[in-house]
């Protein structure tokens, strides 16, 4: 039994959900979290109009899981048991926007489950629109920052203070419940009083196709661990709600701040917990928005301390600023990042979504993290109505002068998301086409292969492949047909690289690193390199010592006192990118050097 029972859909790494919870039970009030479904995308052939989100990437379009995967009846049967079990006093639904369209059947089922439970609402989608959630039949919604109305209305419950509890800051009330709307409270600076995020099997019900796992933390079983070092967002973007949380409160003449940073000494306590699963951290802040001094020590102490991979959506300035800081970062552990350029079109990016064009230093940034293998997710908006061709171009141009690799496209990822701005975010009022006649859904897609696999082809030569396509009518474009051409172009591209590659330096000497199923595969296409090993990780040091007539061996062994730093190298492997990270830095290998196919020739 637990007195709150916090609920959230298709992200079990919720961290709203996680910190309030944590909030609690320090202060000694028992608390369940209930994970309905998982977050893993689902991916579809072409998009529709009627969408939740949609993102292009990597030559597949994902869509939000909810619309191909909604919750069955066996779903909401199995949250009204988990629900049952807990006989909560408080049950809340923690929701971003996207989730708006659960606020019917999470009503349903929480009234037959805990009939006399106090239903409130949080996060995003409640914060931003309110009355939603209060006329859809929640009790009350919590605004704002959650942690102290949450404890609040727990104490206020247990105590029976009903008429005090309508009256808890942060808090508005259904009209059931007076009608209450109560101001928010200055925000709290300092995050240090909070505790980490909760985890762990005890607190936590994952309900997945119709099956509950009970007392089951998903993000503690899974590879990637998601946590935060502050709150907030120094920025304004137009189409999110991120940077102007903050307007809530200062409208209201309440203290707020763009930035709050957590006691870094506690996030490393915090990554010292994890089991031995979790490969890698995921900061999920907006941005690093630590000065140079602290992300310098924070760096470190990750690298002494907790030796995981990690994402880090940095600073870009800051790190092109202190190039030495990039370099602590990558050794600390940083193995793939995001860089938001958003459109290619200076006055585009200025005039609608309120950002300065600052793209050399992003290049800059960009191609210094490509040359140490740490991958890269570009990211970019499309579906504006507002965007001209002329915008379009200047995107797929400034695509080009990103980092680009035939032998692992992906190592630069080129994300590209429909626009859908965020409820009450500036971009609806100052640009309202967005919202009345955004651009047809086939119309982005169309436009986001472009900008996908325009990096891989010369100007003329992309132009000659796509002009057949380019002439049909926006309702009449075979978007299926132009991505499928371009892929066989871009596979045919790829072939003739290697071609290229082994006729220029078979002469020379290389080694391969992995003797896998993809070494398997293409070891006759690569023959004529004739290499003088093949390396292993230790761990997977075979107990044969030969393979084909080629030693087999350890890549320290080989690379063991300075040795081998000259060759050249190819790697077999399906992820090849901290292998190849691990040449360049550890064994001093040069970047031109070091290649990899990941693929069957």
Same mark, same amino acid.
């Given at each position: 039994?637990?007195?709150?029972?916090?609920?959230?859909?298709?992200?079990?790494?919720?961290?709203?959900?996680?910190?309030?919870?944590?909030?609690?039970?320090?202060?000694?009030?028992?608390?369940?979290?209930?994970?309905?479904?998982?977050?893993?995308?689902?991916?579809?052939?072409?998009?529709?109009?009627?969408?939740?989100?949609?993102?292009?990437?990597?030559?597949?379009?994902? +869509?939000?899981?909810?619309?191909?995967?909604?919750?069955?009846?066996?779903?909401?049967?199995?949250?009204?048991? =988990?629900?049952?079990?807990?006989?909560?006093?408080?049950?809340?639904?923690?929701?971003?926007?996207?989730?708006?369209?659960?606020?019917?059947?999470?009503?349903?089922?929480?009234?037959?489950?805990?009939?006399?439970?106090?239903?409130?609402?949080?996060?995003?989608?409640?914060?931003?629109?309110?009355?939603?959630?209060?006329?859809?039949?929640?009790?009350?919604?919590?605004?704002?920052?959650?942690?102290?109305?949450?404890? +609040?209305?727990?104490?206020?419950?247990?105590?029976?203070?009903? +008429?005090?509890?309508?009256?808890?800051?942060?808090?508005?009330?259904?009209?059931?419940?007076?009608?209450?709307?109560?101001?928010?409270?200055?925000?709290?600076?300092?995050?240090?009083?909070?505790?980490?995020?909760?985890?762990?099997?005890?607190?936590?019900?994952?309900?997945?196709?119709?099956?509950?796992?009970?007392?089951?933390?998903?993000?503690?079983?899974?590879?990637?661990?998601?946590? @935060?070092?502050?709150?907030?967002?120094?920025?304004?973007?137009?189409?999110?709600?991120?940077?102007?949380?903050?307007?809530?409160?200062?409208? !209201?003449?309440?203290?707020?701040?763009?930035?709050?940073?957590?006691?870094?000494?506690?996030?490393?306590?915090?990554?010292?917990?994890?089991?031995?699963?979790?490969?890698?951290?995921?900061?999920?802040?907006?941005?690093?928005?630590?000065?140079?001094?602290?992300?310098?020590?924070?760096?470190?102490?990750?690298?002494?301390?907790?030796?995981?991979?990690?994402?880090?959506?940095?600073?870009?300035?800051?790190?092109?600023?202190?190039?030495?800081?990039?370099?602590?970062?990558?050794?600390?552990?940083?193995?793939?990042?995001?860089?938001?350029?958003?459109?290619?079109?200076?006055?585009?990016?200025?005039?609608?979504?309120?950002?300065?064009?600052?793209? !050399?230093?992003?290049? =800059?940034?960009?191609?210094?993290? @490509?040359?140490?293998?740490?991958?890269?997710?570009?990211?970019?908006?499309?579906?504006?109505?507002?965007?001209?061709?002329?915008?379009? &171009?200047?995107?797929?141009?400034?695509?080009?002068?990103?980092?680009?690799?035939?032998?692992?496209?992906?190592?630069?990822?080129?994300?590209?998301?429909?626009?859908?701005?965020?409820?009450?975010?500036?971009?609806?009022?100052?640009?309202?086409?967005?919202?009345?006649?955004?651009?047809?859904?086939?119309?982005?897609?169309?436009?986001?292969?472009?900008?996908?696999?325009?990096?891989? @082809?010369?100007? &003329?030569?992309?132009?000659?492949?796509?002009?057949?396509?380019?002439?049909?009518?926006?309702?009449?474009?075979? =978007?299926?047909?132009?991505?499928?051409?371009?892929?066989?172009?871009?596979?045919?591209?790829?072939?003739?690289?290697?071609?290229?590659?082994?006729?220029?330096?078979?002469?020379?000497?290389?080694?391969?690193?992995?003797?896998?199923?993809?070494?398997?595969?293409?070891?006759?296409?690569?023959?004529?390199?004739?290499?003088?090993?093949?390396?292993?990780?230790?761990?997977?040091?075979?107990?044969?010592?030969?393979?084909?007539?080629?030693?087999?061996?350890?890549? +320290?062994?080989?690379?063991?006192?300075?040795?081998?730093?000259?060759?050249?190298?190819?790697?077999?492997?399906?992820?090849?990118?901290?292998?190849?990270?691990?040449?360049?830095?550890?064994?001093?290998?040069?970047?031109?050097?070091?290649?990899?196919?990941?693929?069957?020739?």
């Amino acid at each position: 039994m637990s007195s709150v029972v916090f609920v959230n859909a298709y992200e079990f790494d919720y961290l709203g959900t996680r910190a309030l919870a944590s909030w609690l039970w320090q202060h000694g009030i028992s608390t369940h979290c209930i994970l309905l479904d998982d977050n893993v995308p689902t991916h579809v052939a072409s998009p529709q109009e009627t969408f939740i989100g949609y993102q292009y990437y990597t030559g597949r379009l994902g +869509e939000h899981k909810a619309m191909h995967h909604p919750l069955e009846e066996a779903d909401w049967d199995a949250l009204a048991q =988990t629900i049952k079990m807990e006989q909560p006093k408080i049950l809340g639904f923690s929701a971003r926007s996207t989730n708006n369209f659960l606020i019917e059947p999470i009503i349903r089922t929480f009234k037959e489950a805990a009939p006399e439970a106090l239903l409130i609402a949080g996060g995003y989608g409640p914060t931003l629109e309110p009355d939603l959630y209060l006329a859809g039949g929640f009790d009350a919604v919590i605004r704002g920052d959650g942690e102290e109305a949450i404890l +609040e209305l727990a104490q206020c419950l247990a105590q029976g203070e009903v +008429e005090k509890m309508h009256g808890i800051a942060n808090t508005s009330w259904s009209v059931v419940h007076g009608g209450h709307v109560n101001p928010l409270r200055d925000q709290q600076r300092d995050l240090s009083c909070y505790p980490a995020p909760l985890s762990g099997d005890a607190y936590f019900t994952w309900i997945q196709d119709g099956q509950y796992h009970r007392h089951e933390d998903p993000v503690l079983h899974s590879s990637a661990y998601h946590t @935060f070092l502050g709150r907030g967002c120094p920025g304004k973007c137009t189409y999110c709600s991120g940077g102007h949380w903050k307007t809530l409160y200062r409208n !209201e003449g309440k203290k707020a701040f763009p930035r709050r940073n957590r006691d870094m000494e506690s996030v490393i306590e915090e990554c010292r917990n994890l089991p031995d699963a979790v490969k890698t951290v995921v900061f999920c802040d907006e941005y690093w928005s630590l000065p140079r001094e602290k992300t310098e020590k924070f760096l470190k102490l990750y690298k002494t301390h907790i030796r995981k991979n990690f994402f880090a959506y940095f600073a870009y300035e800051q790190m092109v600023e202190h190039p030495e800081l990039l370099d602590l970062a990558i050794d600390a552990g940083l193995e793939w990042t995001s860089i938001g350029f958003q459109t290619g079109s200076p006055d585009l990016l200025q005039s609608c979504y309120d950002r300065q064009p600052h793209f !050399e230093v992003m290049l =800059t940034y960009a191609w210094r993290l @490509f040359r140490n293998f740490v991958r890269i997710r570009a990211q970019f908006i499309g579906g504006n109505c507002y965007e001209s061709w002329e915008d379009l &171009e200047q995107s797929c141009d400034l695509i080009r002068k990103l980092p680009v690799s035939l032998e692992q496209p992906d190592a630069l990822i080129v994300s590209n998301i429909r626009l859908r701005p965020h409820p009450g975010s500036p971009i609806i009022s100052r640009w309202p086409r967005v919202i009345s006649h955004p651009m047809p859904a086939k119309e982005w897609h169309f436009r986001a292969i472009l900008m996908e696999y325009c990096r891989f @082809f010369a100007p &003329e030569e992309f132009a000659d492949i796509t002009a057949p396509f380019m002439s049909a009518t926006e309702r009449t474009r075979p =978007t299926a047909m132009l991505e499928s051409t371009l892929q066989q172009k871009l596979r045919e591209k790829q072939v003739a690289h290697y071609q290229k590659l082994i006729q220029n330096t078979a002469s020379e000497p290389w080694i391969f690193y992995g003797a896998g199923d993809c070494y398997a595969k293409n070891r006759e296409f690569f023959a004529a390199l004739k290499p003088q090993a093949i390396l292993v990780d230790r761990a997977f040091l075979p107990s044969v010592t030969h393979r084909d007539g080629i030693p087999v061996m350890a890549a +320290e062994d080989f690379f063991m006192n300075d040795k081998g730093k000259d060759h050249n190298v190819m790697v077999f492997l399906r992820h090849p990118m901290a292998v190849k990270r691990t040449l360049l830095r550890r064994y001093g290998m040069a970047f031109d050097h070091i290649h990899s196919c990941s693929r069957v020739l």
